[in-house]
């Protein structure tokens, strides 16, 4: 089973690995600071959320199969194109964007796989649990970038 921002253990065992970032750590691939990586994960929970508007994406990721596949079972490439609202490219306060990581992730967890979901940009709906196991995936998808 796909571990998931909903289970606490898992969300909190995740978030714990970004306090091992350095501010001055080099990415294994990609072109983002540190500082940035960590903004950008902080984004797509305002955007499940419904808080940060995304454009919508043409792809056939939509279909159920794809999205399945995606999400829950094939390796994620490296250097995969995002959002261009999740590319921020100003640099901040690791420490402050750690801790507005954290706080958004618990936020979002807090209120449950129940809860009213925008559209993903590039899989369109998407149910509860596929949001909590995605959430996780992208987490740890840039922590390993960042050899966390």
Known sequence: MAKSIW????????????????????????????????????????????????????????????????????????????????????EGDLKERVADLKREANRFAGNGPGQKFAPHAAFGELTGADWGALMHRHLDHHLRQFGA
């Not at 750590?25 to 990609?30: C, D, E, I």
């Not at 072109?31 to 929970?45: A, D, E, G, I, R």
């Not at 829950?72 to 921020?88: D, H, I, S």
């Open 7 to 90: 289970n606490s253990d898992e969300r909190a065992a995740v978030l714990a690995r970004f306090d091992a970032l350095s501010a001055d750590a080099k990415p294994a691939w990609g072109v983002m600071s540190v500082s940035q990586m960590v903004k950008h994960c902080t984004l797509p929970f305002l955007a499940a959320a419904g808080e940060m508007k995304v454009t919508e994406k043409k792809t056939p990721f939509k279909n159920w199969v794809m999205k399945k596949l995606i999400i829950y079972v094939l390796p994620w490439p490296k250097g995969a194109p995002t959002a261009v609202e999740f590319l921020n490219l100003d």
